[in-house]
């Protein structure tokens, strides 16, 4: 029953984002249109932006799992961009603390650092590592932003080929075991 509440509540604020701005999305809104009770929001999420960002997570997430390199995870997130753009879109239209870009960089970065510890038995990056995978991050996540935007006229294959051409040598290896024979 839990899980179904939170699909409920994640699937109205979809709806909703669907067809309005994010600044005019409340979270008795979101309550209203999952046709559950404000605290049982709160249950659940702390506020609309944590919906929006639990959306991301749930594809990155599940989207890892079903991948065996990055330009395949990089497809995945393209197409999934291309089919959802409006919601997408508005997303893309906070800002200050609770901007979608920021979260996406955010949790992308710390996905990325814990697979290349896990690859590396443990073993932390390197000052210069940091360094790459910061701007590589980052870099990534502003042209996700970019191409959402309409900003790239590229398609999801092509996309991921250049982000996955530029991905720095010394950690491409670590980010997944089967990159090892890419």
Not at 47 to 67: G, M, T
Not at 101 to 107: A, G, L, M, V
Request: hydrophobic share 35%; net charge negative; proline share 2%.
């Amino acid at each position: 029953m839990p899980d179904r509440t939170k699909r409920e509540i994640v699937a109205a604020f979809n709806r909703l984002i669907a067809r309005s701005d994010m600044e005019k999305i409340t979270t008795l809104r979101i309550a209203e249109e999952a046709e559950v009770s404000k605290a049982t929001f709160y249950r659940y999420f702390r506020d609309k932006y944590d919906v929006l960002n639990y959306n991301y997570q749930s594809l990155l997430d599940h989207s890892l799992k079903q991948c065996g390199n990055y330009r395949d995870l990089y497809v995945l997130l393209y197409s999934f961009a291309r089919d959802e753009w409006r919601n997408f879109t508005r997303a893309f239209y906070t800002t200050g603390i609770n901007s979608f870009d920021n979260f996406i960089y955010s949790y992308s970065r710390d996905v990325v650092e814990e697979i290349t510890k896990q690859n590396r038995n443990g073993e932390g990056l390197t000052q210069e590592e940091t360094l790459q995978l910061d701007v590589f991050c980052y870099g990534i996540c502003y042209m996700y932003k970019k191409w959402t935007l309409g900003q790239y006229d590229l398609e999801p294959d092509a996309a991921a080929d250049a982000l996955y051409d530029i991905m720095p040598e010394s950690l491409k290896h670590l980010w997944f075991k089967q990159a090892r024979s890419d």
